[in-house]
């Protein structure tokens, strides 16, 4: 079973500046034409490149500020006065206003080599996500929250900025892309930056688990001690086979370091369900025995007979209303009885429960076989598309109750916990969380800095790796580097976002990843591959 993508507008947060009217202006010169940078970026948007040898990045550290009126720039919206009327003239001033699938282009001129900050001002009555793309290669979003009040009479302008960008000396195309809802976009700054901070990197080694085994408290130092350092090779496969990761082998002539699969078969019952999910117990054991890293992410088939993970198939607010997960956590059978006759817990919170003891039968396999596994349960919480995600606190709430069942009640000892979202309002806490992860599903080579330090400066949480468990294209290991983004591993979905099945031979597509970008990676010095590991300490 593949992995499920989640839209991209749900992933990437973006930071609110301050007032539209501090911007400064240190330039009095207009962009050259945007005729051409319309053109160019018009079919833009793979940023999938044919050759991926390591280039210089020369950093040439400049002042820089300059703003850019969005009516002075190319797109296919419409632009108004502040009246409302249909702006005539650009001289007079206005904003543009973008719908689902339209887009603003403007041309920034920069002086020298180096990382920028884009900052845009931006207004929305019902909320909007703006996809930001330079040149050919997506870099980022921004998340515009309801800024339209009648108190301000429309005047609610808020900054939004994606920093940690590199751009070379010259002609660089920015372009918004709406990706949903409305916005006006009264005008685009850009404004010198740096590189991420290192600082970033300086993470501790401990499990939140306490009862982690001594291999699993093993992996976790080792991942920790290489961070910022190396990237490791990562492949989600489809449960019960190792498809995509023979494909990356036949092109590469190497194993990925982590082999990624799915548990959501562990709560099936029909027998297909229970014999792919033993296959791929034996590959994981085989995988470990051979020297891999072994991950598992967990989409949670509803509690119900529904057995889905749409939104709207179960109600987890209702059914862990007033709960104390540490205390509903530990409950033996004859004690969830006696709640649910005294109504302290409810049908579907036992249920709940019941899935947590199937999906420990099939997790305690590898931890009898002492199998450290990357654990990435309910993810994407905050997309809007899953009903473990309905709200924050309910969440937070499941989360905690699946970490206290599986790791106290159940005793599991293999398990490094792995919370992927990008909304820390569904943040569980430092005492359950490893380690974070994220997913893109862009056809682009981005290294997505502005995202890793986003996420790693969030206050909301102690400094955690990083990691891309999800991705449609592999990011570029030379954009990373350059950027000092090194993601702690970049793991490509599973099924057509690796294989092409034409013709009756399973090989590579290049529909998202180049093929030279797959030998890039595996044999990049950067990057760690399965063969690598035991050199370093795994």
């Not at 206003?97 to 001129?109: E, S």
């Not at 817990?345 to 931890?367: M, P, V």
Request: hydrophobic share 35%; glycine share 8%; with cysteine.
């Amino acid at each position: 079973m593949r992995r499920f993508a989640k839209i991209t507008a749900a992933l990437l947060a973006a930071a609110i500046l301050c007032g539209c009217e501090k911007i400064p202006d240190k330039s009095d010169s207009e962009p050259e034409s945007l005729e051409s940078a319309n053109s160019q970026t018009e079919s833009a948007g793979s940023g999938l490149k044919d050759s991926y040898a390591p280039g210089e990045h020369t950093v040439v550290a400049q002042s820089f500020t300059k703003k850019y009126e969005a009516e002075k720039g190319a797109f296919n919206g419409r632009a108004y006065d502040e009246s409302g009327k249909e702006l005539q003239n650009p001289d007079k001033g206005g904003y543009v206003r973008l719908q689902k699938n339209q887009y603003l282009t403007q041309v920034a001129m920069v002086t020298s080599s180096q990382f920028y900050r884009v900052v845009v001002s931006v207004r929305s009555e019902s909320g909007a996500a703006l996809k930001l793309q330079l040149g050919d290669n997506v870099e980022g979003a921004y998340t515009v929250s309801k800024t339209v009040s009648e108190e301000s009479g429309g005047n609610d302008y808020k900054l939004y900025a994606v920093d940690h960008l590199y751009m070379s000396a010259g002609m660089n195309s920015i372009k918004f892309i709406c990706e949903n809802g409305e916005a006006d976009i009264d005008c685009v700054v850009v404004e010198n930056s740096e590189a991420v901070d290192e600082a970033n990197y300086k993470v501790g080694s401990a499990c939140a688990a306490k009862n982690a085994s001594s291999r699993a408290t093993q992996l976790m130092m080792t991942l920790s001690e290489y961070y910022g350092k190396l990237s490791f090779t990562a492949q989600n496969v489809s449960c019960g086979s190792n498809a995509e990761i023979d494909a990356v082998y036949g092109e590469t002539k190497r194993y990925p370091a982590i082999r990624v699969s799915e548990l959501s078969l562990a709560l099936k019952d029909d027998e297909h369900s229970k014999e792919v999910m033993k296959n791929d117990l034996d590959l994981a054991k085989a995988w470990d025995k051979d020297g891999g890293i072994c991950a598992y992410t967990w989409h949670w088939y509803s509690p119900n007979a529904l057995r889905g993970t749409e939104l709207k198939l179960f109600d987890a607010e209702s059914a862990l209303e007033k709960s104390d997960p540490e205390e509903m956590g530990m409950l033996d059978d004859e004690s969830m009885e006696l709640q649910l006759e005294n109504g302290f817990i409810t049908q579907d919170g036992a249920a709940i429960l019941k899935d947590l003891d199937t999906l420990a039968e099939t997790l305690k396999t590898l931890d009898d076989a002492d199998i450290p596994i990357l654990f990435e349960p309910i993810p994407d919480g905050d997309a809007g598309l899953f009903w473990w995600g309905k709200s924050a606190e309910s969440y937070k709430t499941l989360w905690r109750l699946t970490f206290v069942r599986l790791t106290q009640y159940h005793g599991l000892k293999n398990l490094i916990w792995v919370w992927n979202n990008s909304d820390f309002d569904y943040y569980p806490g430092d005492d359950q969380v490893d380690i974070i992860g994220q997913s893109f599903y862009e056809k682009t080579n981005s290294s997505f800095a502005g995202q890793f330090a986003a996420i790693a400066e969030n206050n909301a949480s102690g400094r955690k790796m990083l990691a891309v468990t999800a991705c449609a294209s592999l990011p570029s290991v030379d954009f990373m580097w350059r950027d000092n983004a090194m993601w702690l591993w970049t793991a490509p979905d599973c099924g057509e976002y690796v294989l092409d099945n034409e013709g009756g031979e399973v090989k590579l597509t290049e529909k998202y990843t180049k093929r030279a970008a797959f030998r890039n990676v595996y044999n990049n010095e950067k990057c760690v591959t399965r063969d690598e590991l035991s050199a370093l300490g795994y």
